[in-house]
């Protein structure tokens, strides 16, 4: 099995050319074709590589696309601002971003649905495509409880549950809407119930968003 970033086992040096040129093309057939049209004949010619050269990289096509969608993951660390409120709707805002802007549309469900009944495929798409960005949003909402912004037994996976699964069902169906303005109401209607104090939150909200417009980067 390839890990998160398609290494394989100790062998013969690998080129990161070749690797970063075959996941490209990964991204760029799954964009072109959706799941369904993929083929590894397709991402050969696309890379200018051949089938036996992606075979020793990546066993199974789903470890390939897999590591191709784990590319598109990549982020900053998460936004550690002091402001609750921001630091959530920005982590959020890059989830989506990731998930429902950056990754090919259509290949979140079918791709989940073909590791499935595989245990070592479903825990390798896990590792690299849902524990980075769970581990990057509970840290934000244990930084929050840190701080004293958010209850204290407040439950930080539980959380986390809250938000991605509204983030990852806008991946599955294509229909569903989770723009910018939802990331805020989906943060709001969460703080209202693990605040301390949600007026403090949105008044500290709304003095970084001010520090923001007077110094602009």
Not at 32 to 45: D, I, N, R
């Given at each position: 099995m390839a890990s998160p970033d398609g290494s394989r086992h100790a062998g013969r040096p690998r080129d990161p050319a070749i690797d970063q040129a075959i996941l490209e093309a990964t991204l760029n057939v799954l964009h072109?074709?959706?799941?369904?049209?993929?083929?590894?004949?397709?991402?050969?010619?696309r890379a200018g590589t051949t089938k036996?050269?992606?075979?020793?990289?990546?066993?199974?096509?789903?470890?390939?696309?897999?590591?191709?969608?784990?590319t598109v993951l990549v982020r900053?660390?998460?936004?550690?601002?002091?402001?609750?409120?921001?630091?959530?709707?920005?982590?959020?805002?890059?989830?989506?971003?990731?998930?429902?802007?950056?990754?090919?549309?259509?290949?979140l469900a079918?791709?989940?649905?073909?590791?499935?009944?595989?245990?070592?495929?479903?825990?390798?798409?896990?590792?690299?495509?849902?524990?980075?960005?769970?581990e990057a949003l509970a840290l934000t909402v244990k930084r929050a409880i840190d701080r004293g912004h958010l209850r204290s037994d407040t439950n930080p996976e539980l959380v986390v549950d809250l938000?991605?699964?509204m983030v990852f069902q806008g991946g599955l169906f294509a229909d569903s809407r989770?723009?910018?303005?939802?990331?805020v109401e989906a943060v709001d209607l969460v703080l209202r119930g693990i605040a301390v104090s949600f007026t403090t939150l949105i008044e500290l909200s709304e003095i970084n968003q001010g520090e923001q417009h007077r110094h602009p980067e």
């Open positions: 072109e074709h959706g799941y369904a049209g993929f083929s590894l004949e397709a991402v050969a010619t036996p050269t992606i075979a020793r990289r990546w066993r199974r096509r789903q470890e390939l696309i897999i590591a191709a969608l784990a900053p660390p998460v936004p550690d601002t002091g402001c609750t409120r921001c630091d959530l709707i920005d982590g959020i805002e890059l989830l989506a971003d990731a998930v429902l802007r950056r990754m090919p549309p259509a290949v079918p791709l989940i649905a073909d590791c499935a009944p595989d245990r070592e495929l479903h825990q390798y798409l896990t590792d690299a495509l849902v524990l980075p960005t769970r938000f991605a699964s989770f723009d910018a303005q939802r990331v």
